[in-house]
């Protein structure tokens, strides 16, 4: 995978939990983040490095510093616990890359 | 709603041919990028490639590239993803998903499994 994230995460209820994704392109492409719950299809909970779509609570929030971006949930629920998926641009423009996914585990 | 809905499971032995669908509604069909991603069992997302519905155009992944071939028909809102031969290596969950503004995905498709075995 061309985005670096950590396999797996974990934190208690009511924790704040922080899940990166590195590289490269980063610092030229904006990122989106995604949820997805066991056997579902992803949803969209980032865009643009830092946006919240309808419907997404507050607590999630996305930051940017150079290569590295950051999906930060706060006030952790038992509900968070899925896969995050960054994704991006690839170097050329043309083509999505995701992260390998970040499996949160909610203690 | 806007929505992407695809076509169901399908069971397949290797050698043969398939197609899978997906249907949008609720929006310009015509007007958004579509692409398709491939998760084996178990494992992460992968970018297939992404057609543009008003013009055909077409860009694939490199790594799907004369692998499959992703097509869209605007009179049925439809798009298409389509393997000439499939092998077992080609079971998985496939995605249909609406490329919203930027290169954001905001609308998935259901996804539909498919299982290649003899």
């Known amino acids: 995978y061309e985005l670096t994230q950590p396999p797996s995460v974990s934190v208690s209820p009511g924790q704040t939990a922080r899940i990166t994704c590195s590289a490269h392109v980063l610092a030229q492409q904006y990122a989106y983040w995604y949820r997805q719950m066991p056997g579902q299809a992803p949803v969209l909970v980032i865009y643009q490095d830092r946006e919240r779509p309808s419907g997404v609570p507050e607590r999630f929030s996305g930051a940017s510093s150079g290569t590295t971006v950051t999906l930060t949930i706060s006030g952790v629920r038992a509900e968070d616990e899925a896969v995050y998926y960054c994704?991006?641009?690839?170097?050329?423009?043309?083509?999505?890359?995701f992260g390998g996914g970040t499996h949160l585990t909610v203690l | 709603e806007v929505q992407l809905v695809q076509s169901g499971a399908e069971l397949k032995k290797p050698g043969e041919s398939l197609k899978i669908y997906c249907k949008g509604s609720g929006y310009s069909f015509s007007n958004y990028w579509l692409g398709w991603v491939r998760q084996r069992p178990g494992k992460g997302l992968e970018w297939m490639g992404i057609v543009h519905p008003g013009d055909s155009d077409v860009i694939y992944s490199p790594s799907f590239r004369g692998q499959v071939t992703i097509a869209a028909d605007t009179s049925l809102n439809t798009a298409y993803l389509q393997w000439t031969t499939v092998r077992a290596s080609d079971s998985a969950m496939y995605f249909c998903v609406r490329r919203g503004d930027g290169y954001r995905l905001d609308v998935w498709g259901q996804g539909t499994l498919i299982t290649v075995s003899s």
């Open positions: 994704q991006s641009v690839d170097s050329t423009g043309t083509s999505v890359v």
